[in-house]
Structures are given as structure tokens and as C-alpha cells.
């Protein structure tokens, strides 16, 4: 299916193109809004766009969790016995490089703060596992047709699962990101998929955001993920927030996320999370 979508998509926006030309609506000048929104937005979701021959991006993303409820016998969530807790701060800084025209290379370093106050305790803290991937904008967005881009993700196994910080194999994952800008919001869809060579283990994404840029300085977004591992469980997030972009080249988010649905053992209701990038 992959395969398909990359080699059809030329020709498709390729007729699309043509159509546009030939309808005698004017001229073939994209609208001023096309591509104006960020690369990414709070926790899963991206959108088409690439860093920018010869550009440079820095990023800090720090979620906290809280998993306050746990699933009993009966499937229902209760709350954790008097005393007990389950949090965890994320730090994540990423780097981008766009090497060439519609490319960029990343990598991102994650550290994880854990405050396990169970029958184990557990308050290790350190490195998770580092990944790196190369980010194709196959599809320019026209004013027709949306962005198109491909990630092809490769996670280190550098974790430590018995510290509860990542995990000790490697996996691979692979991202689509289909974005289309109107003129006073946007819209972003990412399906992904990761695997695991050691374990077999599987997991399924869908992420999406709508970014209302009524206001040239703050937008707000809302974004939704689904997340589904094999063997183990699935959740649904909606995560309200705005991006605020207070000088050219840096931004500021915000968002909270807000768990709908959930079938794995532990549940957070809802969280905080907070980036700031820079673009260079």
C-alpha cells in the first residue's frame, strides 16, 4: 500500500495540476497561507513540512504523566490505593537538518524521570531510547492538493526495560504525514507504524490536528491520537493547546492531554505538555 501511494501520488497531483491550469481560473500562484503551519505539534502529530535546505531546528518537549488510575478485575478503572503513585517526567530534545531540497535528517534524545511509589518502587532515571530518521516531503501542497511527506524512523536499543526506562531492542517505524492548508486553518493526518525485530512487537498510530491561524501570532490546535500496541492494549487522546509564536524563528506549545479511552493496565485522565522550538 505504501508502495502504491508513493509512485501514484506524482501522477495524481501531477493531473491535478494540469486540471488546475487548464480550468482558466487564473494563474498557477499558491495561495499565501499554503504551507504556513509548524512541523510539529504537541505529542504525536506532524505535519508535511521539512525543516528547510541547509536549516537547522532545535526542540524540547516535556509531557508529564500521571497514572492515577489503574484497571481492576472487573475492566473498570480505580483509583490507586492511599500512599501509592505512578508519575514520569519525558524530556525530549530533537534536532533537525535539512540536507537537501524537501529532506531533513533527525534526531532526538529522550530522558526519563520516573516516581514509582508502588509495591516496587521505582525512581530511576536516565536515557530511553535515542532514535534518528530522514523525513521526505514527497508532495509539495499546491492549491488543490495536500503535502504528502514519509518518515522512516529507526529507534536504538539503548533502553533499559527493567528500570522502566525504554526498551533494550531495536524498532523501526515508518510515518505518513498528509497536510492541507486553507485560509484560516489547516489540516494534518498522520497513520504510522512500528515493529520490533527482537520481540515481534507491533504497534499501530493514527495522530491528527486541526490548527485554526485566524491570528498571525497564536494558533490554537487540537490534536488527536490513537495508539495501539499489540498484546497489550489501545488509548484515545485528544489534546487542546495553542502555539505561540513570540519571535521569527521560535515557538512555544502547550497542550493538555485528555485520555478518552483506554484499555491498558495503567490511565492518566490527563496531563501537561510543553515545547519550545527554534529554527535556524
Known amino acids: 500500500m505504501l508502495l502504491i501511494l508513493i509512485f501514484a501520488c506524482p501522477v495524481t497531483a501531477q493531473s491535478t495540476e494540469s486540471n488546475q491550469k487548464s480550468s482558466g481560473e487564473g494563474n498557477s500562484e499558491l495561495y499565501p497561507w499554503i504551507g504556513q503551519y509548524c512541523m510539529s505539534f504537541f505529542t504525536k502529530t506532524r505535519s508535511a513540512k521539512t525543516v528547510g535546505k541547509d536549516h537547522v531546528s532545535v526542540s524540547l518537549k516535556v509531557q508529564h504523566f500521571d497514572w492515577n488510575l489503574v484497571r481492576g478485575a472487573d475492566d473498570k478503572y480505580h483509583g490507586r490505593p492511599s500512599g501509592q503513585s505512578k508519575r514520569q517526567l519525558s524530556m525530549v530534545i530533537c534536532t533537525k537538518y535539512g540536507w537537501a531540497e524537501d529532506h531533513h535528517l533527525a534526531i532526538g534524545v529522550p530522558y526519563l524521570f520516573n516516581d514509582y511509589n508502588l509495591t516496587n518502587p521505582n525512581d530511576s532515571q536516565g536515557l530511553s531510547n535515542v532514535f534518528i530518521f530522514e523525513k521526505w516531503n514527497i508532495i509539495k501542497e499546491t492549491n488543490n492538493f495536500p503535502g504528502i511527506a514519509f518518515d522512516f524512523w529507526y529507534y536504538l536499543p539503548n533502553g533499559d526495560t527493567d528500570r522502566k526506562l525504554g526498551s533494550d531492542d531495536s524498532s523501526y517505524k515508518i510515518t505518513t504525514e498528509i497536510s492541507k492548508a486553507w485560509k484560516d486553518f489547516s489540516l494534518h493526518f498522520n497513520p504510522g507504524y512500528t515493529w520490533s525485530e527482537d520481540k515481534d512487537i507491533e504497534v499501530s498510530e493514527i495522530n491528527a490536528a486541526l490548527l485554526l491561524s485566524t491570528y498571525p501570532d497564536l494558533w490554537p490546535v487540537i490534536e488527536y491520537n490513537y495508539y495501539q500496541k499489540e498484546s497489550s492494549g489501545h488509548r484515545h487522546d485528544l489534546v487542546p ?30 496531563g501537561i505538555v510543553l515545547k519550545i522550538f527554534r529554527r535556524w
Open 241 to 270: 493547546g495553542f502555539i505561540w509564536k513570540f519571535k521569527k524563528g521560535w515557538s512555544f506549545k502547550a497542550g493538555v492531554p485528555v485520555n478518552l479511552d483506554s484499555t491498558f493496565t495503567d490511565r492518566d485522565r490527563i
